[in-house]
Nanobody, 116 residues
Framework: QVDLVESGGGLVQPGGSLKLSCVYS????????LAWYRQAPGKQREFVIG???????DFEPSVKGRFTISRDDTQHTLYLEMKNLLPEDTAVYFC??????????WGQGIQVTVSS
């Protein structure tokens, strides 16, 4: 059973845009606040941005004004719209509950590469 499936990544030039999607199990994740995380090569997974209801919670400072999180509960999908991408945004992106940690179940993530 796959509870989280991320998609929409790829290779993009600096300054470009991407929109990631995460289809989640409505039973396991529907009632909860959700978030996006990322793991760059050689680094630990980090929190990127979270959503409680329709309100963006906290976010990693470097993504302010560039990343937008949203969700559609009718489609059981979480979105991450990324604009003005930078090479340092290169990472594998994951979705999960807000506050998820190493002991939680994670999906495979989706690769985002920002390079010219």
């Amino acid at each position: 059973q796959v509870d989280l499936v991320e998609s929409g990544g790829g290779l993009v030039q600096p300054g470009g845009s991407l929109k990631l999607s995460c289809v989640y199990s409505p039973t396991l994740f529907g009632p909860y606040a959700l978030a996006w995380y990322r793991q760059a090569p050689g680094k630990q997974r980090e929190f990127v941005i979270g959503l409680i209801g329709d309100i963006t919670t906290d976010f990693e400072p470097s993504v302010k004004g560039r990343f937008t999180i949203s969700r559609d509960d009718t489609q059981h999908t979480l979105y991450l719209e990324m604009k003005n991408l930078l090479p340092e945004d290169t990472a594998v992106y994951f979705c999960n509950k807000l506050g998820a940690g190493a002991d939680d179940s994670w999906g495979q993530g989706i690769q985002v590469t920002v390079s010219s």
